[in-house]
């Protein structure tokens, strides 16, 4: 079956850890993004990559980091700058192409740092 | 750039009865629109989408969503609730096929006997 791929889904760190979150996608998908989600806030974009090799911050990129080495694997690094890592990350891939094109999204990986 | 406002936090209604939530954006072009469901815990499932044509659109679980451009909106309806339904409904925009989504605040769906 194709789909988004998030590993694992629960994950504990101790404060001052960098910690590495696993998203791939079979999809054949040009475009990767990832999403905060906390209660109340809705979600919100941390990067996104729309192509191998190249991807762009979003809205609060400070304290994560990326790489797109190739097209199924998107992992995201939440790193000791990042103030407040405790929350849900999301993972979603869409085509790119075309009008309309909905984001498929993962399961999520929770993480939670002590 | 684009913003969308989900005025309501928490709806609880009747199982049976109807349902509409709240959906209004801002851009000054009409974007692409999205509902979304979240169970808890998990990730979020299309419940359908409008980029042209129909301003009415029927998406999954008997869900419709109706655009009005005048009022910038996108509501979310369903006649008769069942306690399934019961979830976090997201609304999205994207200024293009090619942009990310921009999420609302979500509303909390609660379904009670």
């Known amino acids: 079956d194709g789909g988004i791929t998030q590993s694992p889904k629960y994950l504990f760190r101790k404060e001052g850890q960098n910690v590495t979150l696993s998203c791939e996608q079979n999809?054949?998908?040009?475009?990767m993004y990832w999403y905060r989600q906390d209660p109340g806030q809705g979600l919100r974009l941390i990067y996104y990559?729309?192509?191998?090799?190249?991807?762009q911050k979003g809205d609060i990129a400070e304290g994560y980091s990326v790489s797109r080495e190739k097209k199924e694997s998107f992992p995201l690094t939440v790193t000791s700058a990042q103030k407040n890592p405790t929350a849900f990350y999301l993972c979603?891939?869409?085509?790119?192409?075309?009008?309309?094109?909905?984001?498929?999204f993962g399961q999520g990986t929770r993480l939670t740092v002590v | 750039a684009q913003s969308v406002t989900q005025p309501d936090i928490h709806i609880t209604v009747s199982e049976g009865a109807s349902l509409e939530l709240r959906c209004n954006y801002s851009?000054?072009?009409?974007?692409?629109l999205f509902w979304y469901v979240q169970s808890p815990g998990q990730g979020l499932q299309l419940l359908l989408k409008?980029?042209?044509?129909?301003?009415l659109v029927q998406g999954i679980k008997g869900f419709e969503a109706e655009f009005k451009r005048s009022q910038s909106s996108f509501n979310l309806r369903k006649p008769s609730v069942h306690w399934s339904d019961a979830a976090e409904y997201f609304c999205?925009?994207?200024?293009?096929?090619?942009?990310?989504?921009?999420f609302g605040k979500g509303t909390r769906l609660s379904v009670i006997a």
């Open positions: 409008y980029f042209s044509g129909d301003t």
């Open positions: 979603a891939s869409n085509p790119r192409q075309g009008a309309g094109t909905e984001a498929f």
């Open positions: 990559s729309q192509i191998v090799n190249d991807f």
């Open positions: 999205a925009v994207a200024i293009s096929g090619n942009t990310p989504l921009v």
């Open positions: 999809l054949n998908h040009d475009a």
């Open positions: 851009y000054g072009a009409t974007p692409y």
